[in-house]
């Protein structure tokens, strides 16, 4: 017992690393894609299957492997192996998200049967053929081997893969996803319906990056199912894709997102009615860095607000200018000047004269683009207490550069 145990731990370890150094987020969250790794996923179920099953597969022939070698119960080491992953994964997720719909729980105890399936098939694998794996000693050495081309591999892996991974990419992925015709006729239906246009692209754009085709072309067809579309609405019958975002554009009617300033206004109210749609966190999360993408705003500001109960400082945008980037926002403040530095040295950079009045004004200044992060920040006034600053990472747009 105490042999398959540890031998169960150490496979189950190994999951875990493997899994973690991709850093995605399914099935924990359902099937929010974080890597290249993950996007078998988008590509259709036999991938995502390998992907979710594979690895647990060869984990579990190793470990039963390695149990019968240490005298120790084979088919019970692959069985702990599988209680232990599901535990970590969809267990996890189950004992998280209460209340959870039934067809998301059918999910996750769907993939708790696979995985624990997947492993005793494994384990049955590598007892039938043990001339597969190496020697004790080759074993150490090939397990030593293995960890440190992992590790390398993992880190070569996030940085190759970095620029597939924006917010740009993944929205040219859903467009592919549900088709450039009924992407291209959201913003027409959502304004027939007096709904924000991006909000809705918004909200479908994070209900297909939880579902790709596949997923809802399986669910639609479930007996129980009772949401439909690639906006996921509930219904009584089934909705084709358009008529779900129909119901959805209705269902926002009147929920304006306020970028006048590049700032959002309304986002506790934003989430509040998002939530009544999806309460997924994940889910709003994905909607609103689809949305402030969707509206080309950063969104960012001080924490010291201005006159009009907006921050002082906020920054609406960041582009490339040439050979510089060139940062754009707004300002409410007594003070009549705003510099600009680097995070790293508080070197100099910008000053930036703002025209007088009490009203909120734009500003801009460029930068260097090896410039990586700054600091925007209001000149000191006398009497006015704490000074409005805010800090923006340039990194982020080194795609850009």
Not at 56 to 75: F, K, Q, Y
Not at 125 to 148: C, D, H, N, R
Not at 203 to 222: F, G, H
Not at 364 to 385: K, W
């Amino acid at each position: 017992m105490l042999i398959s145990t540890l031998t169960a731990a150490a496979g189950s370890f190994a999951l875990y690393v493997f899994y973690g150094a991709f850093s995605h987020r399914w099935p924990t969250n359902y099937s929010q894609i974080k890597s290249e790794l993950d996007a078998h996923h988008r590509r259709g179920i036999v991938r995502f299957l390998g992907v979710r099953l594979g690895p647990v597969v060869l984990v579990a022939a190793s470990v039963a492997h390695v149990a019968r070698t240490l005298e120790g119960d084979p088919l019970l080491a692959a069985l702990f192996l599988a209680l232990a992953h599901v535990a970590l994964t969809d267990g996890r997720a189950l004992m998280r998200a209460r209340p959870m719909p039934p067809r998301r729980f059918l999910y996750h105890f769907g993939a708790i049967v696979a995985v624990i399936i997947a492993s005793i098939v494994g384990a049955i694998g590598g007892l039938a053929y043990p001339s597969v794996f190496p020697q004790m000693q080759e074993l150490k050495a090939a397990i030593w081997t293995a960890a440190i081309t992992a590790i390398l591999g993992a880190a070569y892996l996030r940085m190759s893969s970095q620029r597939d991974n924006s917010e740009e990419s993944d929205l040219e992925w859903i467009r592919d996803d549900i088709g450039a015709d009924v992407w291209d006729q959201i913003p027409e239906v959502a304004l027939t319906a007096h709904a924000d246009p991006q909000l809705v692209q918004a909200v479908v754009a994070a209900e297909v990056m939880q579902r790709p085709r596949w997923l809802r072309n399986i669910e639609t067809r479930w007996p129980g199912a009772r949401t439909f579309g690639v906006a996921q609405m509930a219904s009584d019958k089934r909705l084709t894709d358009i008529e779900s975002v129909e119901l959805l554009s209705r269902n926002l009617a009147g929920v304006q997102v306020d970028t006048e300033y590049g700032y959002f206004q309304s986002t506790p109210v934003l989430e509040g009615r998002l939530e009544l749609h999806n309460e997924n966190p994940a889910f709003i999360s994905d909607c609103l860095k689809f949305l402030r993408d969707l509206k080309r705003v950063d969104g960012r500001g001080s924490e010291v607000v201005g006159a009009d109960g907006l921050p002082a400082i906020v920054v609406c945008r960041v582009k490339r200018a040439g050979q510089e980037l060139l940062v754009t926002g707004t300002y409410c403040w007594d003070a009549d000047r705003i510099d600009v530095a680097s995070s790293v040295g508080y070197e100099a950079l910008a000053s930036v004269e703002i025209p007088e009045g009490r009203a909120r004004r734009p500003w801009s200044f460029t930068t260097r683009l090896d410039v990586d992060d700054v600091t925007i920040s209001a000149a000191p006034s006398p009497g006015a207490g704490e000074t409005p600053s805010v800090e923006v990472s340039l990194r982020e747009y080194s795609r850009l550069r």
